[in-house]
């Protein structure tokens, strides 16, 4: 097996000019039948910053893109996703911290659409930190076992309950 990458997730390429910038990286995965993984991310939006000696912080709003194609045994199963995250940070003295992260996503995968928006923030005061998450998610779309139309329609008497409720 081969693996090729320009950047890695973890540690992706950054490029920014003044307070425009992105990133991203690629990823391919060869064996001897051909192409086992694909996936690659794009990143664009804005950093700010500012350092006033006892209080420093900075605000940033990013949108991306990530592809991600995996093929096994023959089967080839894709992934769509693009986010929106923006967020914060003050630190004042170096004393006491907080940062809030917002992340707001869509995933396009095996039929199925979710979205899911999550905010994270956290707290450092000296020695004591908290950090706090809430997610919301919500799935659109179905898999082959959820239950058709037609299999909710079991008798004409089912038929007719319905659609009396829309008479």
């Known amino acids: 097996m081969v693996d090729f990458s320009f950047a890695e997730r973890a540690h992706p390429f950054l ?3 003044s307070l425009l910038g ?3 990286f690629l990823h391919v995965q060869l064996d001897a039948t051909g192409m086992k993984m694909l996936e690659a991310a794009l990143e664009f939006g804005a950093n700010a910053s500012i350092n006033l000696g006892v209080a420093s912080g900075g605000v940033h ?10 093929i096994d045994a023959g089967k080839t ?19 006491i911290s907080m940062s809030l992260e917002f992340v707001l996503s869509f995933t ?13 923030v956290a707290v450092k005061v000296l ?20 239950p058709t139309f037609a299999h909710l329609i079991t008798s004409p008497g089912v ?6 409720a829309y008479a």
């Open 15 to 17: 490029l920014t000019v």
């Open 61 to 70: 709003i990013m949108a991306g893109i990530y592809f991600s194609m995996q």
């Open 77 to 95: 199963r894709a992934t769509l996703q693009g986010y929106l995250r923006m967020g914060g940070e003050l630190s004042i003295l170096g004393i």
């Open 108 to 120: 396009y995968s095996a039929g199925k659409a979710t979205g899911r928006a999550t905010l994270t």
């Open 159 to 164: 038929w007719n309950s319905y659609a009396s």
């Open 22 to 24: 992105g990133g991203g």
């Open 127 to 146: 020695f004591f930190s908290k950090s706090v998450e809430i997610s919301v998610e919500k799935q659109f779309g179905g898999s082959e076992g959820d």
